[in-house]
Structures are given as C-alpha cells and as structure tokens.
C-alpha cells in the first residue's frame, strides 16, 4: 500500500467513524441518561436519510434540506417521547425492547408507503462535487470532507452543550441521580424529552449528510444499528467520549480490514468488541 492509498483509506476511516459518532452519541445518550433500550435508533437513520432525498429534491439544496430535516426530525423526536417513550422509563427493559422492535416494523411500513421500495440517490451539491488530486490516478472526493467536518462540528457543539452549559449540567445530574436532581427543582420529564430529540436529531443529520454517499434504500437503518450497539458497548455505556473514541477505532479497524483482510473483514469489529470486552468488561470509559 502506497502513501496516497494509505492516506485515503485513513480519511475514509475517519468519515466513518465520525458517522458512526453521531449515531452512537444519540443511543448512548438515551440509554445512558434516560435508561431507554432504544432498538429503533436506526429507523431514525434511516428517516434522515429519506428526508434528505425528499427534501433536496423539494428545495434544490442539500444544505437547506438538512437544516429543515434536522428541524422535523428533532420535532418528531419530542412528539415520539411524549406520545410512547416517557410511559416506558421505569418499565422493564423487556418493555422497551418490544417496543422499539415494534417501532422498526411501523417505520418501515410507513417508509414504504409513502417512499416505495426504490433505491434513491441523493445528488451532491455542485460546490462540493469535485475531487482533491493526491497522485495522477488517486483523488479524493471534496463531500466526504464535508461528511467529516460536519460531524466534528456536532461533535464539538455536543460537547460543549453537556460540559459547558446549564442544561448540560442538568442533564449530567439527571444521569447520575434522578431523583435528587429532581429534588433539586430540575424538571426531568423535560430534559428527556430534550435529550430524547437530540438523538434522534444527530441519528437523522447523520443520515442526510449520508445519503449522497451510501444512497437511500430500504432497511438501511438495520446494518448501522448493529455498528451503533458495537461502538456503545466498547466506549462505555453513557459515555460520549468513549462514544467518539470506539467509534474511530471502528472505522479504522473496518476500514483497513476490507483493505487488507477481506476475507475477515465482517469479524474484526466484532473480534475487537470481543477484545475490549475481555479486557474491560465495562468498556473504555463507562461513566
């Protein structure tokens, strides 16, 4: 393997990982604050994805389809907590896991009602549709820098809404005792609803920004939950540095593994779940 192959194998390890962040930082999110099995986070992907193809296509702009997208997406998420999900915070897990489950059947029937069962492509935007030359034959796509810098972007404001500001502080608080923080005077029915929107929102962004790349098909939630679950279980439940951490070390590993291993390719993650496991049963930085 050359340098320029080298080079844009590890910025496709990144993109991805990156991706696989903003869909893990939302499921780690609503299990680790709101104790929430959430088996439809992918069907929120999946919905991202759809109104990135529906909206670009209304609008002529990605840009504004994903700014509109985020916004009903994060909507729908409020709508989703009040309507089913706080009825289900001190229920079995059990409960949540049947619930969610039947939620993935519900999404895809309405998927296909109102999309079909075709694949989309999803056009990328003019000023990003051009290619950096790294070697005479080798370039490498402008969008998926963009994939990229949007997700470090949401990383960064994550992080600083959780550490930096008040509703982060209420929301940490919320985490590690509910019941004094409710004591306190914080109002936890809504900050589950806020966090409860904030995953489904970064899960949807997640899929609009994707779309373009990987294109709109159905069950296209389903292989990136599985990811998301691997990701949470070696970050460390409820935590989003671990969350961001786990999910680079996945893209490296799937990354290079297709590269130089693709006979294995479909077991590294799973061996290096299995690993990390072995190692720290609680994952890398549980909280």
Same mark, same amino acid.
């Given at each position: 393997?050359?340098?320029? =192959?080298?080079?844009?194998?590890?910025?496709?390890?990144?993109?991805?990982?990156?991706?696989?962040?903003?869909?893990?930082?939302?499921?780690?999110?609503?299990?680790?604050?709101?104790?929430?099995?959430?088996? +439809? %986070?992918?069907?929120?992907?999946?919905?991202?994805?759809?109104?990135?193809?529906?909206?670009? $296509? %209304?609008?002529?702009?990605?840009?504004?389809?994903?700014?509109?997208?985020?916004?009903?997406?994060?909507?729908?998420?409020?709508?989703? @907590?009040?309507?089913?999900? #706080? %009825?289900?915070? %001190? #229920?079995?897990?059990l409960d949540q896991v049947l619930l969610t489950f039947g939620?993935?059947?519900?999404?895809? @029937?309405? !998927?296909?009602?109102?999309?079909?069962?075709?694949?989309?492509?999803?056009? /990328?935007?003019?000023?990003?549709?051009?290619?950096?030359?790294? =070697?005479? =034959?080798?370039?490498?796509?402008?969008?998926?820098?963009?994939?990229?810098?949007?997700?470090?972007?949401?990383? &960064?404001?994550?992080?600083?809404?959780?550490?930096? =500001?008040?509703?982060?502080?209420?929301? !940490?608080?919320? +985490?590690?005792? #509910?019941?004094m923080a409710e004591s306190l005077g914080v109002n936890i029915?809504? /900050?589950?609803?806020?966090?409860?929107?904030?995953?489904?929102?970064?899960?949807?962004?997640?899929?609009?920004?994707?779309?373009?790349?990987?294109?709109?098909?159905?069950?296209?939630?389903?292989?990136?939950?599985?990811?998301?679950?691997?990701?949470?279980?070696?970050?460390? /439940?409820?935590?989003? #540095? $671990?969350?961001?951490?786990?999910?680079?070390?996945? $893209?490296?590993?799937?990354?290079?593994?297709?590269?130089? &291993?693709?006979?294995? +390719?479909?077991?590294?993650?799973?061996?290096?779940? +299995?690993?990390?496991?072995?190692?720290?049963? @609680?994952?890398?930085?549980?909280?």
């Amino acid at each position: 393997m050359d340098f320029a =192959t080298f080079l844009i194998q590890l910025l496709n390890s990144v993109q991805y990982g990156l991706l696989l962040f903003m869909l893990a930082a939302g499921l780690t999110l609503i299990f680790g604050i709101m104790g929430v099995v959430n088996l +439809a %986070h992918g069907s929120f992907y999946m919905l991202g994805a759809y109104l990135g193809y529906s909206l670009s $296509g %209304h609008f002529g702009s990605l840009t504004l389809a994903i700014l509109g997208g985020a916004g009903l997406a994060v909507l729908f998420g409020l709508a989703l @907590e009040w309507l089913l999900f #706080r %009825h289900f915070y %001190h #229920r079995d897990h059990l409960d949540q896991v049947l619930l969610t489950f039947g939620l993935i059947y519900i999404f895809e @029937e309405l !998927r296909s009602i109102l999309w079909g069962d075709d694949v989309h492509g999803v056009p /990328i935007p003019a000023m990003l549709d051009w290619s950096i030359p790294l =070697t005479d =034959t080798l370039s490498y796509p402008v969008y998926r820098l963009f994939i990229s810098g949007v997700c470090m972007a949401l990383a &960064l404001g994550l992080y600083l809404l959780i550490s930096k =500001t008040r509703l982060g502080m209420k929301i !940490r608080a919320g +985490a590690f005792n #509910r019941d004094m923080a409710e004591s306190l005077g914080v109002n936890i029915k809504l /900050i589950h609803a806020i966090v409860f929107a904030l995953g489904v929102g970064l899960a949807a962004v997640a899929g609009m920004v994707a779309a373009p790349v990987s294109s709109v098909y159905p069950n296209m939630g389903s292989s990136v939950l599985i990811m998301c679950f691997v990701v949470v279980v070696i970050g460390g /439940i409820g935590s989003v #540095r $671990g969350a961001l951490i786990s999910a680079l070390l996945v $893209g490296l590993v799937d990354t290079f593994g297709k590269v130089l &291993l693709p006979s294995m +390719a479909g077991m590294l993650v799973y061996m290096l779940m +299995a690993a990390v496991l072995l190692w720290k049963p @609680e994952g890398l930085f549980k909280q």
